[in-house]
């Protein structure tokens, strides 16, 4: 009757763990479902209001206009992490410069990244993306707004009418630019390929290039969904590289030379070795 009486009990208990087991799941779903909504109407929220800020930006000018978009959009840019309970952490913000114009070069895995910039890097940088986010939403007029160009990837006249103007404003307005070479998200983690249009900002301005390595946003946005996770991120600023240093490059060059730089670095944040996804055509000889 002993044993029979034990084995009973450790069936009922087994029964236990899963019962508990399974509201504790429950629980964290419901959190993060209430985290989804709330971010869902505070994204919803601020699209209403974009229309209301681009038209105060164009009406501003000087260093009003400055606090005004650095005000607003870095509230914007941490809220989408602070809402999903992410923990951001940002190593070498030393490194970032006080004032423009330089380029940020970082890799790219999720569409947090450009909010993750914003949010934490520099709130006024201006962006090359898709000409198709024109259509969604505020997006496009917000991206404007702040300094950036929608390209129309099938139109090469287009991109560098797009790359023309980025330079022109890092000449005369001092504007920061963060661009992400890759071209488009890394779905494996690895640094892909720097493709050469995006590089070509890079060499024609002459201005400082500050290398950023990104981990965590492909945990908290996956390609392919809008459903922002918690997640742990860490954002490593490298020390800027002065226009001087890469004069003499090739444009491959010195795009093998971000690459590895990135590569190397978001390597030791996830604390483990790997090897760099290069392209043949990329590989820089030792």
Do not use: C
Request: proline share 4%; hydrophobic share 40%; aromatic share 10%.
């Amino acid at each position: 009757m002993s044993i029979i009486t034990y084995r009973l009990k450790n069936i009922h208990l087994g029964f236990h763990r899963l019962e508990v087991g399974g509201i504790i799941k429950n629980e964290v779903k419901s959190l993060e479902f209430i985290r989804y909504i709330r971010i869902l109407i505070g994204f919803l929220a601020y699209m209403a209001y974009a229309p209301f800020f681009t038209r105060k930006v164009y009406k501003l000018s000087g260093e009003d206009r400055e606090k005004y978009i650095r005000f607003h959009v870095s509230k914007w840019g941490r809220r989408a992490f602070e809402w999903a309970k992410s923990e951001v952490t940002i190593i070498g913000s030393q490194n970032i410069p006080k004032n423009g114009p330089y380029i940020i070069v970082a890799n790219h895995r999720s569409m947090l990244d450009i909010t993750l910039i914003q949010g934490y890097i520099n709130p006024h940088a201006g962006f090359l993306a898709k000409k198709e986010l024109d259509h969604f939403f505020s997006v496009g007029a917000f991206i404007k707004a702040l300094g950036g160009e929608l390209i129309d990837r099938s139109n090469p006249r287009d991109a560098i009418r797009a790359i023309n103007n980025l330079i022109k404003r890092m000449k005369t307005e001092n504007q920061v630019v963060a661009l992400f070479p890759e071209g488009t998200r890394s779905i494996d983690g690895e640094v892909h390929e720097f493709k050469g249009g995006s590089m070509k900002v890079v060499m024609k301005s002459k201005v400082p290039v500050v290398p950023i390595a990104i981990v965590g946003t492909d945990k908290a946005m996956p390609k392919g969904t809008f459903y922002i996770r918690r997640a742990n991120i860490k954002v490593s600023v490298l020390p800027p590289i002065a226009p001087e240093s890469f004069k003499d490059m090739k444009t491959i060059e010195f795009a093998n030379l971000l690459q590895g730089m990135i590569s190397k670095e978001v390597k030791k944040l996830e604390g483990g070795e790997g090897l760099v996804k290069r392209s043949q055509s990329q590989s820089l000889s030792s």
